[in-house]
């Protein structure tokens, strides 16, 4: 059931794309601002509180409502499971970016291709060449593809869709809350990276290991055992360093805007081998996230059918 549910959510998204701002991020982050007021007094601890009411509890109530269907209505639960994923995850949650750069690259408008990277990283970036657009957009595309498919995918497979929301969730309140620094929000939002971090340690590993096997193995497991603990974030880093690896490519270095921004090009290390990033390379992305994809489908099948037939 697992496996179908993934395939039919896959090829649901694919057919009719999502609104995520509207139906997704919009009302999240209404309950993040709820929660902030309320809770909100600088310290550690509130944040737990909130980061608890948030996350923690919306899973465990799907948790509960979704076992009572499979118990008494698994046609039901089975539509329930498809709809949280449908919900949680999704290649076009972020493709649509990717695309639209890599067309306008492969046309050279590069002004085009600098409004797109800039709208989805949410940071200007005037000054971009076209190999720093590519090299950046592949990043933001390594990273999505783990927070957007493979990682709620993950947690699907191991706690079914309260799974799926527990990880969404707890990456949105990661974003609206750890990188907060004014005065006034303290300590809040600490136990919000905390949990976050420990929440994606091992699928973040899990998705590195999918790229290294279906790219260049060796490249990307050096990749990432020497380069990946030099990048500031270092979840980050190991999908970077890994990727990187695999497609044969040169990532991290700085780039006009860092440099523009901060006057400091330390935070951005050299990530991967090979060639410098082009649309090339955009399109050999594109590939790399699919084959890992296909990779995690064929390894359920696998466990499905040996079940199948020691059953």
């Known amino acids: 059931m697992t496996l179908i549910s993934i395939v039919i959510a896959l090829v649901l998204e694919q057919l009719h794309a999502l609104s995520v701002q509207r139906v997704v991020r919009e009302p999240v982050a209404r309950l993040a601002g709820f929660l902030e007021d309320k809770f909100n007094d600088g310290g550690r601890s ?3 509180i909130a980061w608890g009411l948030g996350v923690a509890l919306p899973a465990a ?12 209505q698994p046609v039901l639960g089975f539509l329930l499971g498809i709809a949280v994923l449908y919900l949680t995850m999704g ?41 720093e657009i590519a090299r950046l957009a592949i990043e ?21 869709p309260a799974g799926a929301l527990f990880y969404r969730l707890a990456h949105s309140f990661d974003e609206l809350w750890s990188r907060r620094s004014e005065i006034e929000f303290g ?13 994606d340690w091992v699928p973040l590993r899990v998705t590195a290991a ?7 193995f060796e490249d990307a497991v050096h990749c990432w055992r020497t380069q990946a603990v030099r990048w500031p974030e270092a979840g980050s880093g ?27 090009a330390s935070d951005r290390p050299e990530l991967g081998l ?13 590939g790399l996230v699919w084959r890992s994809l296909v990779l995690g489908l064929a390894v359920l099948a696998l466990v499905w059918i040996s079940s199948w037939v020691g059953s």
Request: proline letters at 2%.
């Open 274 to 286: 090979g060639e410098d990033a082009d649309p090339d390379f955009m399109q050999s992305t594109i």
């Open 91 to 131: 290649f076009r949650q972020f493709s649509h970016f990717f695309t639209g750069i890599h067309l306008a690259l492969r046309a050279g408008e590069i002004d085009e291709a600098r409004r797109l990277l800039a709208e989805w990283r949410g940071r200007g970036g005037e000054r971009l060449n076209s190999g």
């Open 187 to 199: 300590e809040f939002g600490q136990f919000t990276r905390q949990a976050f971090e420990l929440i």
């Open 140 to 160: 933001q595309a390594l990273l999505a593809s783990h927070r957007h498919v493979f990682a709620p995918l993950l947690w699907f497979v191991v706690l079914g």
């Open 210 to 216: 999918a790229f290294a096997v279906v790219g260049d």
């Open 238 to 264: 190991i999908l970077l360093a890994s990727g990187a690896g695999a497609l044969g490519v040169r990532l991290g270095m700085p780039v006009h805007d860092v440099i523009q921004d901060t006057g400091d």
């Open 46 to 48: 509130h944040g737990a």
């Open 61 to 72: 109530l799907l948790s509960i409502i979704y076992a009572a269907l499979m118990v008494f």
